[in-house]
Nanobody, 122 residues
Framework: QVQLVESGGGQVQSGEFLRLSCTVS????????LAWFRQIPGEEREGVAA???????HYADSVKGRFTISRGGSENTVYLEMNSLKPEDTAMYYC????????????????WGQGTQVTVSS
């Protein structure tokens, strides 16, 4: 079974930096897309960034120019580098795998991690 484990969340001040990591274990089908989503309690899950099998990326407008998604060379990790963090970035961040297309839509992904909390104070 494929499992995703996120790490790297924490509590930071506005303008600071965090790097989230997602470790993929198990036999994940080749050609998958990976993504990061975030969710505030009581609200719908929001797509943040996605990366395709060839390294092409797509970002939500709210994070363009600040966040960077990348894949590890071993193909078993995905990262989200978050620069210039804002209080509105505060959320539980989830790694998603099994994407059929490079889309920031929840239905496109079949496998989810447990989440890592990011809290940004002003």
């Amino acid at each position: 079974q494929v499992q995703l484990v996120e790490s790297g969340g924490g509590q930071v001040q506005s303008g600071e930096f965090l790097r989230l990591s997602c470790t993929v274990s198990g036999n994940l089908e080749r050609g998958y897309c990976l993504a990061w989503f975030r969710q505030i309690p009581g609200e719908e899950r929001e797509g943040v960034a996605a990366i395709g099998k060839d390294g092409d990326t797509h970002y939500a407008d709210s994070v363009k120019g600040r966040f960077t998604i990348s894949r590890g060379g071993s193909e078993n990790t995905v990262y989200l580098e978050m620069n210039s963090l804002k209080p509105e970035d505060t959320a539980m961040y989830y790694c998603a795998a099994g994407g059929r297309r490079r889309l920031l839509l929840e239905w496109n992904y079949d496998i989810w991690g447990q989440g890592t909390q990011v809290t940004v104070s002003s």
